[in-house]
């Protein structure tokens, strides 16, 4: 069974230029998790979708950031205009279920650089 | 609202030798389980151990193994017969309602 996996693994863009990062979750997984780590801090929470809803968006820093999961499959997250402090790793990751004993299934992470 | 703190930002153990990453936390969930990932240098986040807050037990996976005290709200892991291989940074997280609240990690460096 494939794992979670993200695209791009990397991203160096300029600032003021937009990025879509990708994350495919594991098939089958309704819940869907957008994490980042910024300047080797700690990992955040940013969003969660159950299917193609979202259902907790708390974690978004800014109207700057887009999360999006049509159908209910695959999620983008979108970045527009990026700036700086937007530059970390990004993960992704998906769990069957919410309770405190589901496993979150993290992805490899995209690692964006804004210059 | 969960808070999970890892105090050690680096930690030095000895190749064969067992080293304890420290972790508490603060919840109002009656029920909450605690998670440790590895993340080695290469990026990805690897799942390595699980304890349930009404497990009986202390949770053991092959040589990682959690020291679980609820009263004093810790979950320290305990890496036996340190391997170069276990150098990476480590974090301790707890989810809730999906959500999960992650510590500051700990960087675990294994010398030969």
């Known amino acids: 069974e494939a794992g979670v996996t993200q695209f791009p693994s990397h991203s160096v863009i300029e600032k003021g230029q937009t990025v879509t990062l990708r994350c495919d979750p594991i098939s089958g997984h309704d819940n869907l998790y957008w994490y980042r780590r910024v300047m080797g801090k700690e990992i955040k929470f940013l969003l969660h979708?159950?299917?193609?809803?979202?259902?907790?968006e708390s974690g978004m820093p800014n109207n700057r950031f887009l999360a999006e999961r049509t159908g209910g499959t695959y999620s983008t997250l979108k970045v527009q205009p990026a700036e700086l402090e937007d530059s970390g790793v990004y993960f992704c990751?998906?769990?069957?279920?919410?309770?405190?004993?589901?496993?979150?299934?993290f992805g490899p992470g995209t690692r964006l650089t804004v210059l | 609202a969960q808070k999970i703190t890892q105090t050690q930002p680096g930690m030095f153990v000895q190749e064969k030798e067992a080293v304890t990453l420290d972790c508490t936390y603060d919840?109002?969930?009656?029920?909450?389980?605690l998670f440790w990932y590895k993340q080695p240098s290469s990026g990805e986040m690897i799942f390595l151990i699980y304890?349930?807050?009404?497990?009986?037990q202390n949770a053991t996976e092959g040589r990682y193994s959690l020291n679980f005290q609820k009263a004093r709200k810790s979950a320290n892991l305990v890496i036996s017969a340190s391997q170069l291989g276990d150098s990476a940074m480590y974090f301790c997280?707890?989810?809730?309602?999906?959500?999960?609240?992650f510590g500051d990690g700990t960087t675990l460096t294994v010398k030969p």
């Open positions: 304890q349930g807050s009404y497990d009986q």
């Open positions: 997280a707890m989810p809730s309602a999906g959500k999960s609240t």
């Open positions: 990751a998906s769990s069957q279920g919410v309770s405190h004993y589901n496993e979150q299934f």
């Open positions: 979708f159950v299917k193609e809803s979202k259902q907790d």
């Open positions: 919840t109002s969930d009656p029920s909450y389980g």
